[in-house]
């Protein structure tokens, strides 16, 4: 089987998952997020866009309910054991296959944890689940359950996370002499994703993000490449993958003379990472650390150019996105604890004066200082 982790880390996450099942007094949970699959077996399928589910007892005993497309899958990258296929067809639908798996399983009439807040459940999917499941026992929203438990990285995991960090360096390390007058965006996200992935590295769970001129002040991945002018402004957020762990990055290069308002914004992101510094610790929470951001950005008359989230909590993530559920916005109470990786990001952009900045790394929760895991820290790029 193809496993990045031992039989030991695996028993570990299911004995956490059980414990936790217990308080919240489940019989069993419908995994239908990819990354609690991969966390809690191994599982590394995309076939989450079709309907799959993994049905976790409290006893421990699991169930994959899956298509055939993905029987051998589950068989070489999983440890799950028991595997059963519901059969494409016509006017299918999968959820009467798995209300007569469940009752099989003699869960009739117990209470049964779904995880309903996730890309691997369409509207359409909950639909058909709650006409077929609604009488069958009592349904419980727990898509939160297994996200929460997987904040806190083992040391393997942070092993992953760490070579993570490495590989987002390694693309910088590429990407950085293309950047000049004249260079194509397209050379330059073909070097740093190739560098990820000659690097041993993994496709990100979301497209590197690059756009220069008036598209750097975009923060999302488009369609479409241009050159570089003589004076421009290049955005890139992208992220070093290993084993589907993610270490994210995010900065704006500057080619040519920077503006005085390039600078003014640089200053004021640095600023908020190096307090954030101070606060993302274990005693803080989330929305700490997003307050620190804000009060900063405030200060400077930057409110109407800053975002409403700072950052979020990254790992093990499959498409479309590789951010966890846990961010940096206004009153999130959840705890920081040690061994946390959190991704902070400064974005300003600056729409009356056509100005970008961003500046953003990944970091390692530890008891006391966290670890950033760049070797680039936070200084001004330009070309």
Request: aromatic fraction near 8%; hydrophobic fraction near 45%.
């Amino acid at each position: 089987m193809a496993l990045h982790f031992a039989e030991q880390e695996y028993a570990a996450r299911l004995t956490r998952l059980t414990a936790r099942m217990r308080e919240e007094k489940l019989d069993a949970m419908l995994l239908f997020a990819q990354e609690s699959m991969y966390w809690l077996t191994g599982y590394d399928t995309f076939g989450y866009c079709f309907f799959q589910t993994l049905v976790v007892k409290l006893d421990g005993s699991m169930t994959l309910l899956t298509r055939s497309a993905d029987l051998r899958q589950a068989r070489h990258t999983s440890n799950i054991e028991r595997i059963q296929i519901w059969v494409d067809r016509v006017n299918a639908d999968p959820t009467v296959d798995l209300k007569n798996m469940l009752s099989d399983l003699d869960l009739l009439g117990c209470r049964i944890g779904v995880e309903f807040d996730t890309h691997g459940m369409t509207g359409r999917i909950a639909r058909l689940l709650d006409h077929q499941l609604t009488s069958f026992g009592a349904i419980v929203d727990a898509s939160a359950l297994v996200g929460n438990l997987r904040l806190v990285k083992s040391e393997a995991e942070i092993a992953h996370v760490v070579k993570a960090g490495e590989l987002a360096d390694a693309a910088l390390d590429a990407a950085l002499p293309l950047i000049r007058p004249g260079a194509g965006e397209a050379d330059i996200l073909a070097a740093m994703q190739g560098a990820v992935l000659a690097g041993g590295g993994d496709y990100p769970a979301n497209e590197f993000v690059i756009g220069s001129g008036t598209d750097a002040l975009l923060v999302r991945y488009k369609s479409g490449r241009r050159k570089l002018d003589a004076e421009d402004q290049l955005t890139l957020e992208w992220a070093g993958v290993s084993a589907h762990y993610h270490a994210p990055m995010m900065r704006t290069v500057i080619i040519g003379e920077p503006t005085n308002r390039h600078r003014e914004l640089y200053s004021a992101c640095r600023e908020a990472m190096q307090a954030i510094e101070m606060v993302l610790r274990p005693g803080n929470t989330f929305g700490t650390v997003f307050d620190v951001h804000a009060r900063i950005m405030d200060e400077r008359g930057l409110a109407k150019h800053r975002l409403n989230a700072c950052g979020y909590s990254v790992g093990a993530r499959f498409s479309p996105s590789w951010m966890e559920s846990q961010m940096f916005h206004v009153g999130n109470p959840y705890p920081i604890e040690p061994d946390m990786s959190l991704f902070v990001h400064m974005v300003i952009m600056d729409s009356e004066t056509g100005t970008a900045m961003t500046l953003g790394q990944t970091y390692l929760t530890t008891a006391g200082e966290p670890r950033a895991l760049s070797r680039y820290g936070l200084d001004f790029i330009s070309a």
